[in-house]
């Protein structure tokens, strides 16, 4: 059964480091996302990306933030300088076009930690 | 704006006694509904949707759910619980349009006891 794979499963990194998370989707889905989930709360939206380009982008999603898709199978989400509350769960879904039909398959999530 | 609001963030049920996890919603659009299972340190599993079709739904491992629009609700149920049913159960809409982000609820966690 197809699935979506993120890599590392865990990364701990230092205050101010940049750090790469990376999924790669189901290979026929066009809609990708992020969320995050800081232990203990809710799944969050962080950014949804279709057609090459950021579709939608929550608050959390500041300038520290980017994603690329930066090859035909692979998309990843870009923290710049990370901050202490950066630590969560990141997970990555995506999702076939077409509206309402399709679900999102979540991958099993990178826990990063910021130390 | 749409938003979830899950009552009980724990609940417990005996083995084979009836689970019910209750899930409200906001939306100003018709919405689309969904429940999301989550094992320890594993990722989202959809457990069932609720797109439009029926207004009961029913899901992997049992669980259906029902849409009632006049209570703006779309509550969990599976009659008999199993061991394997302890997880964070979460609640999410979407809207129709655009992007279909799914927005969650705080999440139930769900102990079954022997």
């Known amino acids: 059964e197809p699935e979506v794979t993120q890599t590392p499963s865990h990364q701990v990194t230092q205050m101010g480091q940049e750090v790469i998370l990376r999924c790669v989707p189901i290979s026929n889905h066009l809609y990708f996302y992020w969320y995050r989930q800081i232990l203990g709360q809710k799944v969050e939206f962080l950014v949804s990306?279709?057609?090459?380009?950021?579709?939608?982008k929550s608050e959390i999603f500041d300038d520290q933030f980017s994603v690329e898709r930066p090859d035909g199978s692979n998309f990843t989400l870009k923290i710049r300088s990370t901050k202490l509350e950066d630590s969560a769960m990141y997970f990555c879904?995506?999702?076939?076009?077409?509206?309402?039909?399709?679900?999102?398959?979540f991958g099993q999530g990178t826990r990063l930690t910021v130390v | 704006a749409q938003s979830v609001t899950q009552l009980g963030s724990h609940v417990s049920v005996s083995e084979g006694a009836l689970v019910l996890l209750r899930c409200n919603y906001s939306s100003s659009v018709p919405p689309y509904l969904f429940w999301y299972v989550q094992y320890p340190n594993q990722g989202l599993q959809l457990l069932l949707k609720?797109?439009?079709?029926?207004?009961l739904v029913k899901g992997i491992n049992g669980f259906e759910a029902e849409f009632k629009k006049s209570e703006t609700s779309f509550h969990l149920t599976k009659p008999s619980a199993h061991m394997s049913d302890a997880a964070e159960y979460f609640c999410?809409?979407?809207?129709?349009?655009?992007?279909?982000?799914?927005?969650f609820g705080t999440g139930t966690r769900l102990t079954i006891i022997p």
């Open positions: 879904a995506s999702r076939t076009p077409g509206t309402g039909n399709t679900e999102a398959f």
């Open positions: 990306f279709y057609n090459n380009e950021i579709s939608e």
């Open positions: 609720y797109t439009s079709a029926a207004t």
């Open positions: 999410a809409v979407s809207d129709r349009f655009g992007n279909e982000k799914l927005t």
